[in-house]
């Protein structure tokens, strides 16, 4: 009796990846652009900026404690959320705007995983050398080269995992004094707990996940398609100039002499001379590899390169292809350039053009309003007044109205209070309307309070309704 065979696995184990070193004008531009995303990351939470003596001198700083933001001479409060919003919907254009225009450069060459495992594999390859000394270690049974090369790789990944998850808790509260605090173990739990977490997945994405993040982990790769048309710059596989692929010199040959090049030197480890795929993050390198097999071979460069389908087209019937800028500027690239524009431009005149003083007004309802023991009517309403200033500030309440009806602070023995620094403060509000009077015997009185810093010119107002005796 035969032995059954084993039903084949539906997941093939993961081949680890190793990229060859490539120089090029699209390495070079990683480079930098991982140069300088790192730098902004890492140094930004030390840069002060000073606000005066009662606000924090942390430039950038997410205060979660007093529930505030601040980006340099910019604060914004919870109130203002719409802020944060719009951001998030000018990065949700930004990122269809580039895809449309130039496919996944964003992911190629500006993605934190990206960057990220960029520095990674720079590290292994200081340490373990060019792609196929790393394939031999890999191979090799674990001896004692293997195992000191690893821990000493594998060490500095983890010195990159903590730096990295470092300097995101510094962003939340002031740098210095965590600093402090963490080295001598006087820091919340939470920080090293967050510390603790963005090391591992750091270390372990930018160091052993890398590509399965790209294209398992991340949405990105199934949503680029609705972004994408036949105008979209991508890379692509001049199959024409380059098949029947064969050995330099052969009849009938194309330009590809089947050397792996791309492949040896692609971070994903696909093929992309079989066509476009889930996979490919068009970073470039492809094409500078590509570029210096047919310098060297003395045939025209691109080969492999940026290409649009139309352009493809046209190609093949011998005609040039179209300009970039006709790719860059079509219906659809500029579309969501105008909506980029216009949530950018509106947040802009929203920041300028907000108060300083911010009042909310809310009537008390139970009851509607109270009959005094004069025959006067009043109306409650609790004010709730914040101060977005460094220092403690005197307000003065008002009210205006077609009727006439006084006002008076519970409390208060004038109509001025004084609310502490960057806090908020709750007022109850009277209004009262003589007996026999319009407010008093008419249902709703549009009235209108005011608020005035005193010394400056910022006031703000809150229109709101007054009862009388026939809302009943």
């Not at 529930?67 to 919870?78: D, L």
């Not at 004094?177 to 977490?197: N, S």
């Not at 300083?356 to 509607?368: H, K, L, S, Y």
């Amino acid at each position: 009796m035969s032995t059954p065979e084993a039903e084949p696995s539906l997941y093939a184990a993961r081949e680890p990846v190793f990229p060859r070193r490539v120089k090029g004008k699209f390495r070079t531009l990683k480079w930098w652009i991982m140069g300088i995303t790192l730098g902004i990351y890492y140094i930004t939470p030390w840069l002060r900026w000073d606000r005066g003596p009662n606000l924090p001198d942390q430039a950038v700083l997410v205060d979660l404690a007093n529930r505030r933001f601040f980006f340099f001479m910019i604060e914004i409060w919870p109130h203002e959320f719409y802020f944060v919003a719009g951001l998030l919907i000018m990065a949700g254009l930004g990122l269809f705007l580039f895809t449309s225009a130039a496919g996944r450069v964003w992911c190629g060459y500006a993605c934190p995983q990206t960057v990220w495992t960029d520095l990674f594999i720079l590290v292994e390859r200081w340490i373990e050398g060019d792609r196929n000394a790393r394939i031999r270690l890999h191979r090799q049974p674990w001896n004692w080269e293997k195992l000191i090369k690893n821990g000493i790789k594998w060490w500095i990944w983890l010195f990159i995992g903590l730096a990295t998850g470092g300097a995101w808790v510094f962003y939340f509260t002031d740098a210095p004094t965590l600093l402090r605090d963490l080295v001598t173990f006087q820091a919340h739990p939470i920080a090293y707990f967050t510390i603790l977490i963005l090391t591992f997945t750091t270390f372990f994405f930018g160091g052993f996940a890398r590509e399965q993040i790209c294209i398992y982990a991340c949405p990105w790769p199934r949503i680029q398609a609705a972004m994408m048309d036949e105008d979209t710059l991508t890379i692509a596989y001049r199959e024409w100039r380059g098949e029947p692929r064969g050995k330099l010199g052969s009849e009938g040959a194309g330009d590809c002499i089947d050397c792996m090049a791309c492949v040896n030197v692609c971070p994903m480890g696909i093929d992309i001379r079989n066509g476009q795929q889930l996979a490919c993050i068009t970073c470039g390198l492809c094409i500078d590899a590509c570029n210096d097999v047919m310098d060297k071979i003395g045939k025209p460069r691109d080969l492999i390169g940026y290409l649009a389908l139309t352009d493809e087209t046209r190609e093949r019937a011998g005609q040039p292809p179209k300009s970039v800028w006709s790719h860059v500027f079509r219906v659809r690239t500029v579309l969501y350039t105008v909506l980029w524009a216009g949530v950018g431009i509106g947040m802009i005149v929203a920041l300028f053009l907000r108060s300083p003083i911010d009042i909310n007004v809310t009537p008390v309802r139970n009851p509607t309003y109270v009959t005094l023991s004069d025959g006067s009517i009043r109306n409650a309403y609790d004010l709730r007044l914040r101060n977005k200033s460094g220092d403690d500030a005197q307000f003065t309440i008002a009210v205006t109205s077609d009727a006439f009806v006084t006002l008076s602070l519970e409390g208060q023995p004038g109509l001025t209070v004084t609310v502490p620094a960057n806090e908020t403060m709750s007022q109850r509000v009277y209004l009262t309307a003589a007996p026999g009077s319009p407010a008093a015997t008419t249902d709703r009185t549009e009235v209108r309070l005011w608020v005035e810093e005193l010394g400056t010119t910022n006031r703000v107002h809150h229109d709101t309704i007054f009862n009388g005796k026939e809302s009943q």
